[in-house]
């Protein structure tokens, strides 16, 4: 393993420890959590030279700037492809935070993936939408770039534990959307998924 590769491991480890930390309830689940962080971060200290007493990508002490995070537009004849989620039991389009180090179309495929079990062609970008709490019905600002996606029909595989179903619905007869996204917004995405147009702010 090459050292980039092996500090690529490690950072996506220390990640998905801190993730796991602000997530999980399950007391084991977070000892684990809190030892792979432990772990990972004396690794990045003494042997990458990242000093966490110091502004880093890793603590919280650094120069605020917006969350970010990917939506996707997958549609067939004027219908759209939503996952149900499990935490609400309502509808949105498949997506969710980036992960570090993944490129903002990497991120909007493996959301996809994940969400609604199928491997997208991420064709275009259509458009990047500031999501700040006076603006949205976010608790932190957020920068929210939405793709348009496509997808083969029969390459569907399994979803994670995060979905509860996947379905195509009208574009203009929805079921009830999560508030993850505002009307508004959704209706703005898909009129410029609709005209070919890209959006921002």
Not at 45 to 70: G, L, Q, R
Not at 93 to 113: H, I
């Amino acid at each position: 393993m090459e050292f980039q590769e092996f500090y690529d491991f490690v950072v996506k480890v220390h990640s998905i420890a801190k993730i796991g930390l602000t997530y999980s309830t399950d007391p084991y689940a977070i000892d684990n959590y809190k030892e792979l962080n432990e772990l990972s971060k004396n690794m990045l200290e003494n042997f990458m030279n990242v000093k966490f007493d110091k502004p880093s990508m890793f603590t919280k002490e650094v120069y605020p700037t917006p969350n970010i995070s990917v939506r996707t537009v997958i549609a067939k004849d004027n219908k759209i492809l939503l996952v149900r989620e499990a935490n609400s039991g309502l509808w949105s389009l498949p997506g969710g935070w980036c992960d570090l180090y993944d490129a903002p179309s990497k991120a909007a495929f493996n959301e996809v993936s994940q969400e609604a079990g199928v491997e997208p062609k991420i064709v275009r970008l259509i458009g990047v939408l500031e999501r700040t709490p006076h603006k949205s019905n976010q608790n932190v600002p957020e920068y929210l770039l939405v793709f348009e996606g496509d997808i083969d029909h029969k390459a569907f595989h399994e979803h994670c534990h995060e979905t509860l179903d996947v379905k195509f619905f009208d574009m203009d007869n929805l079921p009830d959307m999560s508030k993850k996204l505002s009307m508004e917004e959704i209706q703005r995405i898909f009129d410029a998924y609709r005209k070919g147009t890209v959006i921002f702010d």
